[in-house]
C-alpha cells in the first residue's frame, strides 16, 4: 500500500477509577507504534471518581500503516468492511470499537473499551467516496 488514504487516526480509551492505568495503557499501546506518545487528561465522574483518558492521535504514513496492520488482525474483518456503510460518517470519519480486555491481552477484536476514529481522504469529500476508500485500505493491507 503506497499511500495511505487516511489524514489521520485517533485512537482512545477511558481508565476508570477501579482499573489500573498502565494496564489500560498497554492495551491501547497494542494498536500504536512503538515511540507514539499518550496523551493524558484527568477529569472526575458525576460521583467524584477520578476517570483518566488516554489518547494518541497518528499522522505520518508508517504510524498509520501499523494501525492499519494491527486492525486487520480483526478475526472480524469481513464483518467491518460489510459494515463500512454504518461506520464512515458524513463527515468523512470512520469509527470502530475495539475489546480493551483483548487488546490488554495483544489481541484485536471489536468490543467496548478503545475507540478508533479515522479521518478518510476523500476528493471530493462525500461519505460515498470516504467509505470507498476506507474499504480499500483495509483490504489493502489484509492481502
Same mark, same amino acid.
Given at each position: 500500500?503506497?499511500?495511505?488514504?487516511?489524514?489521520?487516526?485517533?485512537?482512545?480509551?477511558?481508565?476508570?477509577?477501579?482499573?489500573?492505568?498502565?494496564?489500560?495503557?498497554?492495551?491501547?499501546?497494542?494498536?500504536?507504534?512503538?515511540?507514539?506518545?499518550?496523551?493524558?487528561?484527568?477529569?472526575?465522574?458525576?460521583?467524584?471518581?477520578?476517570?483518566?483518558? !488516554? @489518547?494518541?492521535?497518528? &499522522?505520518?504514513? %508508517? =504510524?498509520?500503516?501499523?494501525?492499519?496492520? +494491527? /486492525?486487520?488482525?480483526?478475526?472480524?474483518?469481513?464483518?467491518? !468492511? @460489510?459494515?463500512?456503510? &454504518?461506520?464512515? %460518517? =458524513?463527515?468523512?470519519?470512520?469509527?470502530? +470499537? /475495539?475489546?480493551?480486555?483483548?487488546?490488554?491481552?495483544?489481541?484485536?477484536?471489536?468490543?467496548?473499551?478503545?475507540?478508533?476514529?479515522?479521518?478518510?481522504?476523500?476528493?471530493?469529500?462525500?461519505?460515498?467516496?470516504?467509505?470507498?476508500?476506507?474499504?480499500?485500505?483495509?483490504?489493502?493491507?489484509?492481502?
Amino acid at each position: 500500500m503506497a499511500s495511505v488514504p487516511f489524514h489521520y487516526i485517533d485512537v482512545r480509551s477511558f481508565c476508570y477509577a477501579t482499573e489500573d492505568e498502565k494496564r489500560v495503557e498497554e492495551a491501547l499501546r497494542t494498536f500504536l507504534p512503538e515511540e507514539c506518545e499518550l496523551e493524558r487528561v484527568e477529569n472526575t465522574g458525576y460521583h467524584g471518581d477520578r476517570i483518566v483518558i !488516554l @489518547s494518541a492521535r497518528v &499522522e505520518n504514513a %508508517d =504510524d498509520l500503516r501499523h494501525v492499519l496492520s +494491527r /486492525l486487520s488482525e480483526l478475526d472480524e474483518l469481513d464483518r467491518l !468492511l @460489510s459494515e463500512l456503510d &454504518e461506520r464512515v %460518517d =458524513d463527515n468523512c470519519s470512520f469509527f470502530v +470499537r /475495539l475489546d480493551k480486555q483483548a487488546a490488554f491481552k495483544g489481541d484485536v477484536r471489536l468490543g467496548e473499551g478503545i475507540t478508533l476514529r479515522a479521518k478518510v481522504e476523500a476528493y471530493p469529500a462525500k461519505r460515498e467516496a470516504a467509505v470507498e476508500n476506507a474499504r480499500n485500505a483495509l483490504e489493502a493491507v489484509r492481502a
